[in-house]
T-cell receptor, first 118, second 116 residues
């Protein structure tokens, strides 16, 4: 169990550019979540997948944001035409419905990708 | 709608003193409750959780929390803090899975600063 990993850890981009982040969940975990955390705030839910299906999306996830999990393993979060307001830490988490995990309902978080839009 | 309130944005405390970080939640349905810790430039690490059963929950690093249903609170405590406990602490709720959602709703966090 190597934990949840995210890449890149830091990204600086100019306004209007597109960016893509990757999340690799813990290998047995079939649920994957994306959150956004701005300075001085708690993480806010963006979206979640069960296997490859995107089952819930927050109203925070505007049309410029898209998330995928094509094979039910890693996930990508793309932001098109970035704006300065997109500057934040993007956190990925995973959890499992396997019997030995199910009772915990615990989400395991990655280290995050810090996005700075200039 | 569910919400989580952490009343204290910052809590300074001297080393070896006790500390309590407050968390109140609002929900019309049953929830699960969690406390996470975040060290600088790192992700969130679970300290403890309440799912059901005993209302006093013990977690890692000597932390514990008590669920109070009537006051809708889940305060985090530690009897004696160390410098290494300096971090941001987040309270979170999750609707029980029968509600068909698994997302967490977080509070705004409490920055614990332990002074020498």
């Amino acid at each position: 169990d190597t934990g949840v990993s995210q890449d890149p850890r830091h990204k600086i981009t100019k306004r209007g550019q597109n960016v893509t982040f990757r999340c690799d969940p813990i290998s047995e975990h079939n649920r994957l979540y994306w959150y956004r955390q701005t300075l001085g705030q708690g993480p806010e839910f963006l979206t979640y997948f069960q296997n490859e299906a995107q089952l819930e999306k927050s109203r925070l996830l505007s049309d410029r944001f898209s998330a995928e999990r094509p094979k039910g393993s890693f996930s990508t979060l793309e932001i098109q035409r970035t704006e300065q307001g997109d500057s934040a830490m993007y956190l990925c988490a995973s959890s499992s419905t396997l019997a030995r995990y199910r009772a915990s309902y615990e989400q395991y978080f990655g280290p995050g990708t810090r996005l700075t839009v200039t | 709608a569910q919400s989580v309130t952490q009343l204290d944005s910052q809590v300074p405390v001297f080393e070896e003193a006790p500390v309590e970080l407050r968390c109140n939640y609002s929900s019309s349905v049953s929830v699960y409750l969690f406390w996470y810790v975040q060290y600088p430039n790192q992700g969130l690490q679970l300290l403890l959780k309440y799912l059901s059963g005993s209302t006093l929950v013990k977690g890692i690093n000597g932390f514990e929390a008590e669920f109070n249903k009537s006051q809708t609170s889940f305060h985090l405590r530690k009897p004696s803090v160390h410098i290494s406990d300096t971090a941001e602490y987040f309270c979170a709720v999750s609707l029980r899975p029968l509600r068909g959602t698994y997302k967490y709703i977080f509070g705004t966090g409490t920055r614990l600063k332990v002074l020498a």
